[in-house]
């Protein structure tokens, strides 16, 4: 059985939010499109709380996108953003969500970032996707959504890591692209078995 997830289609992360991706709204309509071929619809929503570790305001003499060793790895410092009850929080206005079944909230936890909608930056904490989906004899997934090289590419390979496969539908993802990191996150993907299509390819897939 497929499923369609959307990763962090939310106002901070469109232009005009406090870290906007590139025409990052222009996958609202492509991914409305999309959703209406699929019996079941997941979303993933940025939730942090003030302060979180991952905002460069928590760390004095540090800037947006500097790199700092915390104790999961390697951490990039975002602009304060989607915190947790803001309107840069929600989801785009245009984003039809009336037919998401399961709305997965993360980087909830001040300490520890995340990207992937199945586990948290430690690599270690799950978020009780994958066992949801076995639960519903889901085995595919579409992943559309922001950011390509982020929350997208992590979501995608932590995907095939639990065993599923893995469709990106590349024009209903955009990407950051901070040093390259776009181009390399097809190639991960691709090496990792996550199959890139389009839109119309998925609708002949579903």
Known sequence: MNALL???VQNDFCPGGALAVPEGDEVVPIINDLSDAFGHVIQTQDWHPAG???FA??????DPMDEMEVEYGQQTLWPDHCIQGTEGAAFHPDLNTTRSALI?????????DSY???????NETPTGLTGYLHERDIDTLFVVGLA????????ALDGRKQGF???VV?????GIDANGSLAAAWEEMNDAGVQIISADAAKTLV
Not at 57 to 62: A, F, I, K, N, Q
Not at 104 to 112: A, D, L, S, Y
Not at 148 to 155: A, E, G, Q, Y
Not at 170 to 174: H, N, P, S, V
Request: charged share 30%; aromatic share 14%.
């Open 52 to 54: 979180h570790q991952s």
């Open 116 to 122: 992937s909608a199945f586990f948290e930056n430690d």
């Open 57 to 62: 305001s928590s760390h004095p003499g540090h």
């Open 6 to 8: 959307i990763v962090d």
């Open 104 to 112: 997965i909230r993360k980087g909830f936890r001040p300490e520890i």
């Open 170 to 174: 590349e024009e209903a993802t955009r």
């Open 148 to 155: 390509t090289d982020f929350c997208v590419k992590w979501s």
């Open 165 to 167: 496969d893995v469709y």
